[in-house]
């Protein structure tokens, strides 16, 4: 379902994204949004998803490496550690 909203810009443009939407989306003061104009006319804003969090997603249910584990490996790329 598609959720709407009406908001009033600012005298200087801004406008407020509703605080359930920045929870839902995990937005904070430091995240970035990327905009775009449409040919229609229609603004639409995208949260940028850091790289790291794409890569979080990968690995989801997988668990953690051990110390031996991840020492192994570690001797299995660099021998002479």
């Given at each position: 379902?598609?959720?709407?909203?009406?908001?009033?810009?600012?005298?200087?443009?801004?406008?407020?994204?509703p605080k359930d939407?920045?929870?839902?989306?995990?937005?904070?003061?430091?995240?970035?949004?990327?905009?775009?104009?449409?040919e229609d006319h229609?603004?639409?804003?995208?949260?940028?998803?850091?790289?790291?969090?794409?890569?979080?997603?990968?690995?989801?249910?997988?668990?953690?490496?051990?110390?031996?584990?991840?020492?192994?490996?570690?001797?299995?790329?660099?021998?002479?550690?």
């Open positions: 379902m598609t959720e709407k909203i009406h908001q009033k810009v600012s005298s200087n443009g801004r406008i407020v994204i939407w920045r929870d839902k989306l995990a937005i904070n003061d430091t995240s970035e949004v990327e905009m775009e104009l449409d229609k603004i639409i804003i995208t949260k940028k998803t850091h790289p790291l969090e794409i890569e979080d997603s990968l690995f989801e249910g997988v668990d953690p490496f051990t110390e031996e584990e991840f020492k192994d490996a570690k001797h299995s790329i660099f021998p002479n550690t």
